[in-house]
């Protein structure tokens, strides 16, 4: 299973970017995918999940700006980010907790994509 991810880059504050992230390979079925950041010097913080049936769960620090959805059938999960503030510049990180073919459940990351908020 691959988690790939797109839709970084740099963006003045105040701006608006939309990551997109697909999953692919030998996947039964996806429960919760979401978005998870690093910034430099700091740990790896969650930022938004979404389940199956589309429950959303977002970190205080984004909640009313970000936006998390998914195409279950494209088995890929979006982050719409309005209003990014220096603050959110990061890696941002995909997660699919995923039912693989073989039946086996196991969590799966992809390769980060960088976002910069800055004048």
């Known amino acids: 299973v691959q988690l790939q991810a797109s839709g970084g880059g740099l963006v003045q504050p105040g701006g608006s970017l939309r990551l997109s992230c697909a999953a692919s390979g030998s996947i039964f079925r996806i429960n919760t995918m979401g978005w998870y950041r690093q910034a430099p010097g700091k740990q790896r913080e969650l930022v938004a999940t979404?389940?199956?049936?589309?429950?959303?769960n977002y970190a205080v620090s984004v909640k009313g700006r970000f936006t998390i959805s998914r195409d279950n059938t494209k088995n890929t999960v979006y982050l719409r980010m309005n209003s990014l503030k220096p603050e959110d510049t990061a890696i941002y990180h995909c997660?699919?907790?995923?039912?693989?073919?073989?039946?086996?459940?196991?969590?799966?990351w992809g390769q980060g994509t960088q976002v910069t908020v800055s004048s």
């Open positions: 997660n699919a907790n995923v039912l693989t073919t073989e039946r086996i459940w196991r969590d799966y």
């Open positions: 979404i389940t199956s049936s589309s429950s959303t």
